[in-house]
Structure formats: structure tokens, C-alpha cells
């Protein structure tokens, strides 16, 4: 199948997707239930993850400025632009694509090889509807706020190792958090952020959705569908950061 024809079956996908739920109770329900798989789930690695990654850059940063003229509140500013603008939109979106993206595709496949899905839409239910929209749902109003956390403890991070290592102040680090803020660089990680959301949870609905086969085929279609999301997310980075920061 061309390349071509994967993005027109994608995007009619979708079409099919966003129609109105038929019941708005079990809606509600899946929703809830995909906030908590896709979300509350994904809390523990995130959490783990940008506090030591966070403290990772700052002593990167304080070890490689060695100049005694240059101020060490550049380390709380470095970490701090790097922290909002790259590593947790982006790199914590990576490692969603991997945990949520391999999860939604081997759910969804399953379905579709056991005809889970096939017996849904004989008896009229819109199954894309009914078992890819909360998941959409589900990610695009949750990750920010994930991603938001990720910020805080990336920061949080960088200080904690400044102070447990003594290469910089707590007082100058947080001197350089507070130096030039821009307000809309929030935005932009946000921005970003529900870009990757979106695929995250769309790209692997496609490939878990269109699997043929048996068991092997959903192993292999969760390992495309977590190949071709990081790819996604890598070239979305790119133009939105040519969009929203040139």
C-alpha cells in the first residue's frame, strides 16, 4: 500500500471518528477509563523521568561553564529554556509514543483479529466513534497538564542537583528561572504538546484499526505504529517551531 493511500485511509478514519457518540453514558464511561489507561498510568514515568533529566541538564550545564565571568544563573536560565521548549513537550511525547502508542494499537488490534470490532458494526455501532475518540479525547485534555507537571519537575530537578552537588546555588538558579521569562514559550509547549497528543493517539488507532491477521500482525503493526508516531512528532517539532518561534 502506497504512501499516499495510508494517508487517505487515515484521514477518512478520522472522519469517522469524530461523529457524534450513540451513547452518551457508555461514551463517558470509555472516557474515563482511557484517562486513566493513556493518563493517570503514564503519571509514575513521567514524574521519574523529568526530575532526573532535569537535574541531568543542569549538571551538564554547570560542568561545561567553567569560566568564572559567566554568571551562574545561566545554568537556571539554560535548563529552564530547555526544559520548556524541547525536553518535555517533545522528548516526554517520545516516551508516551512508545507507552500509550504500543498500548492503543495492541488494544484496538486485538479487537479487530478476534472480530471484536467486526461484531460492533453489525449491530450499528460507529466503532471507530465508540473506541478511538475517548481515546483522542482522552490524551489531548490530559497531557497538558502532564506535560505541565514534567516542566515543574524537570525544573525542580536541575535545582535539587545544584544544591545536593554544590556546583551552583539554589539562589542563582532560581535567579536565572526568573530572568527573561516569556510567557509564551508556555504556550508553545502547550501548542506543541497537543499536536503530539493528537498523533499519539490517532496513529496508532490507525494501524491497530487496519491490522490483518492474527497475533503476530498486532506485535508487528505496535511497532510500526510506535515508528511512524516518533516520526510524526519529530517532523511536527520541526515545523511548528518554524511556525510558532521564526
Same mark, same amino acid.
Given at each position: 500500500?502506497?504512501?499516499?493511500?495510508?494517508?487517505?485511509?487515515?484521514?477518512?478514519?478520522?472522519?469517522?471518528?469524530?461523529?457524534?457518540?450513540?451513547?452518551?453514558?457508555?461514551?463517558?464511561?470509555?472516557?474515563?477509563?482511557?484517562?486513566?489507561?493513556?493518563?493517570?498510568?503514564?503519571?509514575?514515568?513521567?514524574?521519574?523521568?523529568?526530575?532526573? $533529566?532535569?537535574?541531568?541538564?543542569? %549538571?551538564?550545564?554547570?560542568?561545561? #561553564?567553567?569560566?568564572? *565571568?559567566?554568571?551562574?544563573? !545561566? +545554568?537556571?536560565?539554560?535548563?529552564?529554556?530547555?526544559?520548556?521548549?524541547?525536553?518535555?513537550?517533545?522528548?516526554?511525547?517520545?516516551?508516551?509514543?512508545?507507552?500509550?502508542?504500543?498500548?492503543?494499537?495492541?488494544?484496538?488490534?486485538?479487537?479487530?483479529?478476534?472480530?471484536?470490532?467486526?461484531?460492533?458494526?453489525?449491530?450499528? $455501532?460507529?466503532?471507530?466513534?465508540? %473506541?478511538?475518540?475517548?481515546?483522542? #479525547?482522552?490524551?489531548? *485534555?490530559?497531557?497538558?497538564? !502532564? +506535560?505541565?507537571?514534567?516542566?515543574?519537575?524537570?525544573?525542580?530537578?536541575?535545582?535539587?542537583?545544584?544544591?545536593?552537588?554544590?556546583?551552583?546555588?539554589?539562589?542563582?538558579?532560581?535567579?536565572?528561572?526568573?530572568?527573561?521569562?516569556?510567557?509564551?514559550?508556555?504556550?508553545?509547549?502547550?501548542?506543541?504538546?497537543?499536536?503530539?497528543?493528537?498523533?499519539?493517539?490517532?496513529?496508532?488507532?490507525?494501524?491497530?484499526?487496519?491490522?490483518?491477521?492474527?497475533?503476530?500482525?498486532?506485535?508487528?503493526?505496535?511497532?510500526?505504529?510506535?515508528?511512524?508516531?516518533?516520526?510524526?512528532?519529530?517532523?511536527?517539532?520541526?515545523?511548528?517551531?518554524?511556525?510558532?518561534?521564526?
Amino acid at each position: 500500500m502506497g504512501c499516499l493511500e495510508h494517508i487517505g485511509k487515515y484521514f477518512m478514519m478520522l472522519g469517522r471518528v469524530f461523529k457524534k457518540p450513540q451513547k452518551r453514558k457508555v461514551f463517558y464511561e470509555a472516557l474515563i477509563k482511557e484517562i486513566d489507561e493513556l493518563g493517570l498510568k503514564s503519571l509514575g514515568i513521567i514524574m521519574f523521568i523529568s526530575f532526573f $533529566i532535569g537535574g541531568v541538564i543542569a %549538571l551538564q550545564t554547570a560542568l561545561n #561553564l567553567d569560566n568564572p *565571568f559567566i554568571p551562574k544563573s !545561566l +545554568i537556571g536560565f539554560a535548563a529552564k529554556r530547555s526544559i520548556i521548549l524541547e525536553f518535555a513537550p517533545t522528548f516526554c511525547s517520545i516516551i508516551l509514543a512508545g507507552k500509550v502508542g504500543s498500548y492503543i494499537t495492541s488494544s484496538i488490534g486485538t479487537m479487530r483479529v478476534t472480530e471484536q470490532i467486526d461484531a460492533l458494526e453489525v449491530m450499528g $455501532i460507529n466503532a471507530l466513534s465508540h %473506541l478511538v475518540l475517548p481515546k483522542v #479525547l482522552a490524551t489531548v *485534555f490530559f497531557y497538558p497538564f !502532564l +506535560i505541565s507537571l514534567g516542566m515543574f519537575l524537570g525544573i525542580l530537578g536541575g535545582w535539587v542537583t545544584g544544591v545536593l552537588s554544590g556546583l551552583f546555588s539554589g539562589a542563582d538558579y532560581i535567579e536565572g528561572i526568573q530572568t527573561d521569562f516569556d510567557p509564551f514559550l508556555l504556550s508553545y509547549a502547550i501548542i506543541k504538546t497537543l499536536v503530539f497528543a493528537f498523533l499519539i493517539s490517532t496513529v496508532p488507532s490507525y494501524h491497530g484499526y487496519y491490522v490483518k491477521g492474527g497475533s503476530i500482525a498486532v506485535g508487528k503493526a505496535s511497532t510500526q505504529a510506535v515508528v511512524w508516531t516518533t516520526i510524526l512528532i519529530v517532523i511536527a517539532n520541526y515545523f511548528l517551531t518554524q511556525m510558532l518561534l521564526t
